[in-house]
């Protein structure tokens, strides 16, 4: 990934907070061939060690590539169009601000009981209030195939106007702020203290 050092973005905590909102993905592995598989993702933060979940089709050609082997889990945030003109300067190029957080790790298949236990724990998370008997629950696992993946490296992407002035910066958020386009752009802005909201 090109990573200019002025987006980059290697502090766990805002890491952290980014994959509390942020966690569907692309989950890539190259073993010999690239596979992706669009997932959610669960992650669990305990003593420093990061831990990924996730589920895919037993009939997915991927599954083949994933017990104890390297992979890498792309997670998309918010982004937003960026018009030249909001700067309030003749010759400005229009940009795309955006956040992405690439993991790296060893990914480890699950057994049916640790793949039931996730897909409970997922839909407990997703929707709480669901009602599923045992049984029902059980042949839906024979469907899938829990993972999970020991992440070894994390970086974020936080391309948000950081080469701009503070000034420049403020048009930025404003002029997102004030079109039709996601609010979470301006608000990550803001909440990385990029912007202040009026």
């Keep these: 990934m090109y990573l200019p050092k002025h987006f980059q973005s290697e502090d766990p ?7 509390q909102q942020n966690y569907f993905g692309l989950l890539l592995s190259n073993s010999p061939d690239l596979f992706y598989t669009p997932l959610p993702f669960l992650f669990d933060w305990q003593e420093g060690q990061l831990n990924a979940h996730c589920h895919i089709a037993r009939n997915n ?3 083949k590539q994933l017990n104890e082997q390297q992979v890498q889990i792309v997670i998309m945030g918010p982004h937003a169009f960026v018009a030249g003109d909001c700067y309030g300067e003749e010759q400005a190029v229009s940009t795309w601000n955006y956040s992405l957080v690439e993991l790296k790790g060893t990914a480890f298949t699950l057994n049916t009981e640790q793949t039931l236990a996730l897909a409970r724990r997922q839909e407990s998370f997703s929707a709480p209030d669901m009602q599923q008997s045992a049984g029902y629950q059980q042949k839906l696992v024979n469907g899938i195939c829990g993972v999970r993946i020991e ?3 994390w970086l974020g992407k936080m391309k948000l106007s950081q080469n701009k002035s503070a000034a420049q910066r403020q048009k930025v958020g404003d002029y997102l702020q004030s079109t039709e386009q996601p609010q979470k752009v301006w608000q ?6 990029l912007y202040q909201s009026n």
């Design 13 to 19: 905590e805002q890491i952290r907070a980014f994959l």
């Design 188 to 193: 990550l802005m803001q909440q990385l203290g």
């Design 151 to 153: 992440i070894s490296s």
């Design 61 to 63: 050609p991927q599954l």
